[in-house]
């Protein structure tokens, strides 16, 4: 790389210049002072551990998104986490080991080996909450309505939100004896919503004509609350945990009766890591989810205390570009340069009650405007004052 090459970042990697970073910084204090009035305390997990804990639950995908490396002083493999989850949930394991439920919420940057959402970034700005030590919809119901305030108090528009349920998914391939592999094909099959690629993978394996209509139906079985009623005609002969499921939904549409919530027992997002409800929220034009939630029960195993857990995450880079940029108040102070003690004096009062002062340096280019100061200090009537710029 020579000279002229060395400003370039990897692709997928991007700098926050003034504007952007000072948009970011108002929305994180934003959104973790929302997360603390809900009782949420903020953790800061580090930015590398080793690896079998950074992959605690996590599927495939993650293995593949994370860097890896070899730490130098034992020989073991690291990670650079891609994913804050799976720190928290160690977190509340093994750190915290409370019986009580716990609220934990973070903001940190992760990396991926790939680029992934619309913005095609490799470094996010992940923030999330999590709850763990309650099993009930009540948490679950939570979590969402957090979710939900959290687009609303950022300023996103628009959106809406597709709630699924991995059980039942579960419980019909449970039935149907499929191995792992042909579960993994139909799971595909099922994202794609390929009817014809469904009933010939069914009718090959020698599925009962039942299980391959309730199967098949999961592809149709979208749409508002009312779909949850024709999902229990559909689904009638289904194993008793499809109903639970069937019922959990329901329980979570009376929680949040005031938000129009859009069900899809088809939304599998995260199966293999997910055990229970599944939520991703949308926006218009952008076919990927800006926010992934759910139920991960039992995470915690892997670490000595095995929990009931929900949560969601979502990338504050995503959130900013979502949203309106503020237009910055020029309120800044210029003083100029100088040594004079009544001159550091009032400096020094004015930044005490939470004014911003730049001391112009000698000789500088630029004056209080291009500094972006709407004010200046200057010396009249035998003191220094603050005077408004013209």
């Not at 763990?132 to 950022?154: F, M, N, R, V």
């Not at 997002?269 to 926006?283: C, D, K």
């Not at 952008?286 to 205390?305: E, S, T, W």
Request: aromatic fraction near 6%; charged fraction near 20%; include cysteine.
């Amino acid at each position: 790389m020579n000279h002229q090459d060395r400003w370039l970042l990897p692709a997928g990697i991007t700098d926050a210049l003034p504007e952007e970073a000072a948009h970011l910084e108002h929305l994180r204090r934003t959104l973790l002072d929302l997360y603390t009035t809900w009782g949420y305390e903020l953790i800061i997990p580090p930015m590398i551990e080793y690896l079998d804990s950074l992959l605690v639950g996590a599927g495939h995908d993650l293995d593949l998104q994370t860097f890896k490396l070899i730490d130098q002083l034992n020989g073991r493999l690291m990670g650079i986490r891609a994913d804050m989850t799976p720190q928290a949930a160690r977190i509340d394991a093994h750190r915290l080991k409370r019986e009580i439920p716990s609220r934990l919420c973070y903001l940190g940057t992760v990396l991926h080996t790939r680029p992934t959402g619309f913005t095609g970034t490799r470094s996010l700005l992940q923030v999330g909450v999590e709850l763990y030590g309650h099993a009930g919809i009540e948490s679950d119901a939570e979590i969402l309505s957090l979710l939900l305030t959290t687009l609303k108090t950022t300023g996103v528009q628009a959106f809406h939100v597709d709630v699924g349920h991995v059980g039942i998914y579960r419980a019909l391939v449970e039935q149907a004896h499929l191995n792992s592999e042909q579960e993994s094909q139909l799971f595909a099959a099922i994202q794609r919503k390929s009817r014809t690629e469904i009933h010939d993978l069914l009718t090959i394996w020698q599925v009962s004509p039942l299980l391959q209509q309730q199967l098949t139906a999961l592809i149709e079985l979208n749409g508002d609350v009312s779909i949850l009623a024709e999902a229990r005609q559909a689904l009638a002969p289904a194993p008793a945990e499809v109903l639970e499921a069937l019922n959990s939904l329901e329980q979570l549409n009376k929680h949040l009766s005031n938000f129009t919530l859009h069900f899809d027992l088809a939304e599998l997002r995260g199966y293999n890591y997910y055990t229970g409800l599944v939520f991703a929220a949308y926006v218009p034009e952008h076919g990927q989810a800006i926010a992934l939630g759910g139920r991960y029960d039992n995470i915690g195993k892997a670490f000595g205390n095995a929990r009931p857990a929900t949560g969601f995450s979502t990338d504050l880079r995503i959130l900013a570009e979502l949203t309106t940029i503020p237009p910055i108040r020029k309120t800044a102070i210029f003083a100029p340069a100088g040594l004079d003690a009544a001159l550091q004096t009032h400096i020094q009062q004015l930044r005490q009650v939470g004014e911003n002062v730049i001391q112009a340096l000698p000789n500088q280019q630029g004056d209080a405007l291009a500094m972006g100061c709407n004010r200046e200090l200057c010396w009249q009537a035998g003191q220094w004052q603050v005077r408004n710029i013209d």
